[in-house]
């Protein structure tokens, strides 16, 4: 079992709102991403950060934005939560500097649905 | 896009018996891994092989890799009912991993 933790892990508001998406890692992984996955689909990315303060934006335009001041935490943000947000967000981290550096861990993800 | 495509969609077979995924991708790829998820949670990395390696074992499972046709393969032997869960290949180019849309398998006791 991976060290990743993700909260909430469900989340049910209102359109407009404000929301953070937590992720965190005890591995002191450098490489931390955030994925999107519709039920049934793949995932897509669309943020990921090599380090502190390092962020991207991945292939999937998205409104969320993201932050790396810490290397173990690695929140998602939506100022302004939509019902087109509605989704499972998967965080994940993997370590450059180790034997088995391609590999991700992933969280248990967040599933987002918003009114 | 190198993005990994997979058949079938959707796989059910009986427990006992073998499970043979497929994924296809488009471009070059430094390696190509598998992963599984089960439902509503995070995946869980099964197996990688390296673009130079033909085919690779991990317990159960068996990987292969046929570059000159752009494919992959994933069996698992002797499925049990808790392989059921849907399984992703991710091909990794430079720098990111982009996952197929994945097969969903279902093993009935």
């Known amino acids: 079992e991976a060290d990743i933790y993700q909260t909430p892990r469900y989340l049910v508001i209102g359109t407009g709102k404000k929301i953070t998406l937590e992720c965190s890692q005890t591995m002191g992984h450098d490489k931390m991403y955030w994925y999107q996955q519709d039920p049934g689909m793949e995932l897509h990315l669309i943020h990921y950060?090599?380090?502190?303060?390092?962020?991207e934006k991945g292939d999937l335009s998205s409104e969320s934005t993201v932050s790396r001041i810490r290397t173990e935490h690695f929140p998602l943000t939506l100022e302004s939560a939509r019902p087109s947000h509605t989704s499972q967000y998967l965080c994940?981290?993997?370590?450059?500097?180790?034997?088995?550096?391609?590999?991700?861990?992933f969280g248990p993800g967040t599933r987002l649905t918003v009114l | 896009s190198q993005q990994g495509e997979e058949d079938p969609q959707a796989l059910s077979i009986q427990e006992g018996e073998n499970a043979t995924m497929n994924c296809s991708y488009k471009?070059?790829?430094?390696?190509l891994q598998w992963y599984r998820q089960n439902s509503g949670r995070g995946l869980v990395h099964l197996i990688l092989?390296?673009?130079?390696?033909r085919e690779k074992h991990s317990g159960r499972l068996r990987v292969t890799l046929d570059t000159s046709k752009k494919s992959s393969s994933l069996l698992i032997t002797a499925s049990r009912a808790a392989d059921t869960a849907s399984y992703f290949c991710?091909?990794?180019?430079?720098?990111?991993?982009?996952f197929g849309q994945g097969t969903r398998l279902t093993i009935n006791p």
């Open positions: 994940a981290s993997s370590d450059p500097w180790r034997e088995r550096h391609n590999e991700q861990f």
């Open positions: 092989i390296r673009s130079n390696e």
């Open positions: 950060s090599y380090g502190v303060n390092s962020t």
């Open positions: 471009t070059s790829i430094n390696n």
């Open positions: 991710a091909t990794q180019g430079a720098q990111k991993l982009v």
